[in-house]
T-cell receptor, first 115, second 114 residues
Framework: DVKVTQSSRYLVKRTGEKVFLECVQD?????MFWYRQDPGLGLRLIYF???????EKGDIPEGYSVSREKKERFSLILESASTNQTSMYLC??????????????FGPGTRLTVL | AQSVTQLGSHVSVSEGALVLLRCNYS??????LFWYVQYPNQGLQLLLK??????LVKGINGFEAEFKKSETSFHLTKPSAHMSDAAEYFC????????????FGAGTRLAVHP
């Protein structure tokens, strides 16, 4: 079974702190994604990566950056956390770059609260 | 541009009743469509997907969905609800931008009552 793990289930940070969210997948997937999930808005794509060191902006990249130094690991960085970044963050991976029907496999999510 | 609309943010059914969750899409290219389910305190998992092979798609846990191009719909159904079906359900469409990106609807929370 594909496994996507996220470093924390719950995280509480202060405004202005630098925050790192880590995601690891164990199935050699090329694509990795970071979403945020908010009530009534569904999932919105922040960033994605289709290969090591390659990244593309999603629909809401402002205030975020990402890093992919190894194929299995994709990190989301909040350079200076703000209260409007309080949300559930979901990581996902999928097998083939450019495959439009590939299933995305999701991690359990990190619920981030910024005070 | 692609978009997904899920009608009804909350749906409540009795155990044993029909489940119907509605999804309408907008797409400038032939769409690939997905239903994902999120159980409490978990990530999303795939229920089923439409990839143009057959308009009626069967998924896990007794769910199925029918692609209707004329209605731009991909509604999710299950003949008989079970308590364990209580979850949030998301409809999604493949983005024309490639890279397996998905555009999600806002979600529908299904409650099942005894």
């Amino acid at each position: 079974d594909v496994k996507v793990t996220q470093s924390s289930r719950y995280l509480v940070k202060r405004t202005g702190e630098k925050v790192f969210l880590e995601c690891v997948q164990d199935m050699d997937h090329e694509n990795m994604f970071w979403y945020r999930q908010d009530p009534g808005l569904g999932l919105r794509l922040i960033y994605f990566s289709y290969d090591v060191k390659m990244k593309e902006k999603g629909d809401i990249p402002e205030g975020y950056s990402v890093s992919r130094e190894k194929k299995e690991r994709f990190s989301l960085i909040l350079e200076s956390a703000s209260t409007n970044q309080t949300s559930m963050y979901l990581c996902a991976s999928s097998l083939i770059a450019g495959g439009v029907t590939d299933t995305q496999y999701f991690g359990p999510g990190t619920r981030l609260t910024v005070l | 541009a692609q978009s997904v609309t899920q009608l009804g943010s909350h749906v409540s059914v009795s155990e044993g009743a029909l489940v119907l969750l509605r999804c309408n899409y907008s797409s400038s290219v032939p769409p690939y469509l997905f239903w994902y389910v999120q159980y409490p305190n978990q990530g999303l998992q795939l229920l089923l997907k439409y990839t143009s092979a057959a308009t009626l798609v069967k998924g896990i846990n007794g769910f199925e969905a029918e692609f209707k191009k004329s209605e731009t719909s991909f509604h999710l159904t299950k003949p008989s609800a079970h308590m364990s079906d209580a979850a949030e359900y998301f409809c999604a469409v493949s983005s024309s931008g490639g890279y397996n990106k998905l555009i999600f609807g806002a979600g529908t929370r299904l409650a099942v009552h005894p």
